[in-house]
């Protein structure tokens, strides 16, 4: 069974289905079709990652989670990524691929992104794949009852940026909200248009 590949993008449609290619049958509710390669829906799955991670901390007294290291590791690969989504989308042609390469690897918070996203996927950084000198992945710790891998109640994560030159502890979801604010800037000076955040009322995605 092949699915037809939709011609609109972000519009309703109606899905078509060839069977055979000798009958089609048209799925009659409306749905929502968007191709698979825009960098803004790079974008928003960031954000949701972010959304998320900042969900399982409890930071907001809500219900925390140890699922926060991983969406912690998932979170600095989404936003590391959207230079490859902003360069591979076929539509992006305000911005060159040498200058999506160029910003990326000379932002002080994206170069830690980096180093985040790429340590968590090899385990260990070469000299030469390492854009900061030593910063890694750190600690996890977290408040809450019961067995440390099986844990009845978790009331707040910390997942650490690791940052030998640093006096301060950081959290990496306040690093890698850092990195997204510094692409949020500098696309939209490049005349790219952000999509826009869908934060709950109330919250802030940086704060404490």
Known sequence: MEEEEPVRVGFTARRLWRIHDESITVMS??????????????????????????????RHGGQASLDAEDFSDALCQSVW????????????????SSEVETFANDDPALKVAADLANGTKHVV?????????????????????????????????????DEPERGDRREVVDVAWEAIESWRKWLTEQG??????????GSNPASR
């Open 192 to 201: 790219l248009e952000v999509p826009p955040d869908r934060v709950r009322p």
């Open 125 to 161: 950084l070469s000299a030469t794949g390492s854009r900061t000198d030593d910063v890694r992945m750190g600690h996890v710790h977290w408040s809450g009852e019961g067995d440390p891998d099986d844990p009845e109640g978790v009331h707040r994560v910390w997942v650490y940026v």
């Open 81 to 96: 990524h959207l230079k490859d989504w902003l360069k591979n989308d076929p539509r992006q042609t305000e911005i060159g």
């Open 29 to 58: 509710e409306p749905r929502r079709v968007a191709r698979y390669d825009r960098w803004e829906h790079q974008w928003m799955r960031m954000i949701r990652w972010h959304r998320r991670t900042l969900d399982a901390t409890g």
